[in-house]
């Protein structure tokens, strides 16, 4: 097992690129290594042969001024030797330049040792040709040096980052088998939250001191973070990244539900830690989109690829809340007016649901009742990024569409599983009462085109539809206490709550906009919640999207107000603080 693990290991790291991934991952690995690291590489600025500086513990036990050169790939003759950026004019550059000038005054006594690490190997011919330059090298500089291919990175990686604190052989298994399964999405998701499971489980095991309970902490999630990079850049590889982004929605959920109470502590490690599993989400998720950008703008472009009209709209449906929520986790950061970077990030993704809606008219009403959360998130970006009207034409058609399905109540957005779609949509008889006895989308609609203003569209659901929903009832969802313990738990999470019927839709907007902003009496506000006073509000609608579930009422009616009136935006929602001291 131990073998086959580090002969994985391997494997990932030769995938990884030198920019953006090798030059990102080894700080990681240093500072489990007990490094602490002091320079690394950065875009525009000559390196003088030096891409990354860590000051640790050698083998011999004594503290070392470590210099990494890195490279990527094999490294062959042309390499070695051929050329301002090969390896053997990059260590000249060591010596005739960085350790003359760029050495801090503070480091000047410590021992120095050069690493030329690559994620590949050394040319065997090039073994005799290297070792005589290095023994020349360290006598004149007196200074060690030494060789790091890729297989002793896989040790080192197995040692430090994945090693029995962080990966008992357990998990190890899981890890194996997840990476296995890679192709299967289904099959390595389950067994991918097994992993976190156990990884975050054990992260929060009792300790004897709180101390020692941080370490075990950070430890645990920056070892399911290593995790989720390995599973990443090996989806990559195999071309399928649908596990890799539904896991890392899942690792935010698990780590919230365990550790939120230590987050309200102001534990500014923790915050920083789920702050870099967001960013890592954010990488996979821009990696995944734009491979579905082709199919976002091209007109009916997953019909092509889909064999029946319940999974074009199920795709298309499950495209539209990715898409909002990772735009909303942009809008949402802290000051995102004001940086380039966060508003390109909002950019991108109403871009790509403007093409989506402009590209299926299946966007117009969903097969399938449980994408009305899909819907508020979509909406819930577009208003936020002021595109109001593309969301008030966008409502039209969904409410124009309702009133056909309750007409033909077969195309009636339902519940049940898409085997069950598949025979009413397919057969001749009428939607059972079973798969459409209640209806979280009409609501959502009667609070959006309430708060947008669209008083045809009110009147229109009140006096159209509403008449023809025999037998199905308006449902919203209210959360209890306890809340956060449960959105990483699909079953937790489906027995949380209480479920209340709207009976009565009042003339007034604005009325019904009132009421349902009113908390259900003796039950929390969710002003108690960890995630409203840490003003996380893409925790909800994660977990919403992510199990199919409902939001909350209270915030779903209170967000949708706030960001359709300009005046109250910021207030009632302020940004993330997450990243604050």
Known sequence: MIGSLRLLLEDFLGLMREEGELDVFLPLLMSAMGHEVVYR????????????????????????????????????????????QSIRQSINDVSDVYLRSHVSPAHQKLKKKLLIVTNGDFNASLNETIAAFLERWCSEQKADAEQINGSKLATWTESHLLDEYILPLDSRILLRRMLANVASPDLCINVGRDLINQIVDGAISPTKSKPAATKKQLTGLRGMRTALQVLFIWSVNEDNLLAAYSLHQYAVLATWSRLHNKLHENDKNLRQELCHLLDSLLMVAETYHQKMDPYYGMQDAFVNVRPHSLLVSMTVFDELGKLGLIGCLFAFQPDSSSHPSTNDGVRHYVRRIKKLLNSHACCDLPAFDHHSVNIHIALLLLVVSGEREIAKNWLSRLCIRMQYATRWRKFMPMSGTFEDAL???????????????????????????????????????????????????????????GYDDVVGDERALFEHGIGESVKQFPEDPHEFLQTMSTGLLGIEGIETTTWYQLRAQF????????????????????????VASSELTGKLWPVDTLNED
């Open 423 to 481: 025979a009413v949509r397919d057969g001749e008889e009428e939607m059972p009462e079973e798969f459409c006895n209640t209806s979280t989308l009409l609501p959502i609609m009667f609070i959006w085109v309430a708060a947008l203003e669209m008083r045809e569209a009110y009147d229109a659901l009140r006096l159209n539809v509403v008449p023809n929903f025999k037998g199905i009832t308006p449902n919203f969802w209210s959360s209890e206490s």
């Open 539 to 562: 925790i909800p609608l994660l977990a919403g999207l992510y199990w199919q579930l409902q939001l909350p009422r209270e915030m779903l009616v209170k967000q949708t107000i706030a």
């Open 41 to 84: 590489a950065q875009k525009g600025t000559r390196q003088y042969g030096v891409d990354i500086v860590s000051i640790g513990d050698d083998v011999d036990g004594i503290r070392t001024l470590f210099l990494w050169l890195v490279k990527c790939g094999d490294i062959g003759r042309t390499d070695w030797d051929s050329g301002p």
